[in-house]
Each structure stands twice: as structure tokens, then as C-alpha cells.
T-cell receptor
């Protein structure tokens, strides 16, 4: 049973470029979450999917951010026209809905640096 | 709105000392979950424990123990006989208890950097 996988681990981009990150959840998990973590802070919630449906979005998710989970398996997070303030670690988590479960397990994250 | 406060930004101890990490939370919900996660330098958040607001029993797992006190809105974490491998950032987190049919976002504290020196 592999854990949550995120790709790439590191991304360096220039301001104004678009970037896309991928998250592969634990195989039987139907829920997928994206968080953002800046240096010295705790993770902050961005958005959440149950199967392919995006059920909740944070105010942090500006219109430059879009997330998809087209087949209810892997998910992508795209940031358009990146800004230096987007530099952060982007964490993905997954969980399995069911009695006594619903614990979020995290991937190692994608560290984005916007120059 | 939910809020988690970890007042200790950094703690440094010598190996074999006991150490307690504090967590205080705020929520309007009457039912909720509390969590602790560990983030080693590799970056991956590692789940340690989840407690629901119905259950105030303290829990012990090996060298780890957790003290949940609803009256003071605290969920403190103690490591007994600390080891160098315990060095990491530890996060306390809170979520709604919506029932098992729906997911719920985690609200994290700012974390406590624990350094255990040999």
C-alpha cells in the first residue's frame, strides 16, 4: 500500500508562468485535500474533493488557482500567472470515508519557488 | 471560526528528557476532532493521533501520551524519554465532526519545532 504521492517535489518558476502539480492519493481513498504551507506556518486548507466533486474551496483559492480530480483518482492543482507570494509548499492529503476512519494522510508536498 | 494555538514556537531538550507540547483550541462546534501530526525535515506530515470531543480519556502509545481537557480547550502531547529521532515540527489540528459521510478541513496550529540533542 503506497502512500500519497506528489509530483514534482520541487518546482522553480518565473513570475507570470503557469505551473501544475499532481497528487496521487492512496488507492482506496475517495477524499482528496489540498493545503498550502508557508515557511514557519501550519498548513492552510485550499480545497477538498469527494470522488470527482469539488465540495469545498477556501477563500485562499483565488481565481488564478484551479484544482481538478477528473476521474475521482489523481488530482491536479494549477496556478496561473504565478506571483512571488505563491511560493510555498503545496501539500496533498487523502482519506477514506467510513465509520471510524476519515483520517487525512499527507504526501511529501511540492515546494514551489517563484522567482 | 476555528483556531488552534501552539504557543511554543521552539523547544530544545536533551535526550531522555520528557517534553510536553501545548495545544489550545477554539471552536463553536460542540463536536469535533483533534489531531497531532509530526513533520520531520523530509516534509511529509505523519499522523500521530485523532481524538473526538466525546472522549476525554487520556491516551498512551509507547513513549507518547496525550492529555485532552475539554474544560480548558487543551490537547497537550507529552513525549517521555525523548530521542534524537523525535526532532521534528509537531502540529496540533482541529476539524469538525460532520459524521462519516462528509470530509472536513483541518485547521492547524503554527507548529512547535522540537529539537532533541544527544
Amino acid at each position: 500500500d503506497t502512500g500519497v504521492s506528489q509530483d514534482p517535489r520541487h518546482k522553480i518558476t518565473k513570475r507570470g508562468q503557469n505551473v501544475t502539480f499532481r497528487c496521487d492519493p492512496i488507492s482506496e481513498h475517495n477524499r482528496l485535500y489540498w493545503y498550502r504551507q508557508t515557511l514557519g506556518q501550519g498548513p492552510e486548507f485550499l480545497t477538498y474533493f469527494q470522488n470527482e466533486a469539488q465540495l469545498e474551496k477556501s477563500r485562499l483559492l483565488s481565481d488564478r488557482f484551479s484544482a481538478e480530480r477528473p476521474k475521482g483518482s489523481f488530482s491536479t492543482l494549477e496556478i496561473q500567472r504565478t506571483e512571488q507570494g505563491d511560493s510555498a509548499m503545496y501539500l496533498c492529503a487523502s482519506s477514506y470515508g467510513g465509520m471510524g476512519k476519515n483520517i487525512q494522510y499527507f504526501g511529501a508536498g511540492t515546494r514551489l519557488s517563484v522567482l | 471560526a476555528q483556531k488552534v494555538t501552539q504557543a511554543q514556537t521552539e523547544i530544545s531538550v536533551v535526550e531522555k528528557e520528557d517534553v510536553t507540547l501545548d495545544c489550545v483550541y477554539e471552536t463553536r462546534d460542540t463536536t469535533y476532532y483533534l489531531f497531532w501530526y509530526k513533520q520531520p525535515p523530509s516534509g511529509e506530515l505523519v499522523f500521530l493521533i485523532r481524538r473526538n470531543s466525546f472522549d476525554e480519556q487520556n491516551e498512551i502509545s509507547g513513549r507518547y501520551s496525550w492529555n485532552f481537557q475539554k474544560s480548558t480547550s487543551s490537547f497537550n502531547f507529552t513525549i517521555t524519554a525523548s530521542q534524537v529521532v523525535d526532532s521534528a515540527v509537531y502540529f496540533c489540528a482541529l476539524s469538525e465532526l460532520k459524521g462519516e459521510t462528509s470530509g472536513s478541513r483541518l485547521t492547524f496550529g503554527e507548529g512547535t519545532q522540537l529539537t532533541v540533542n544527544p
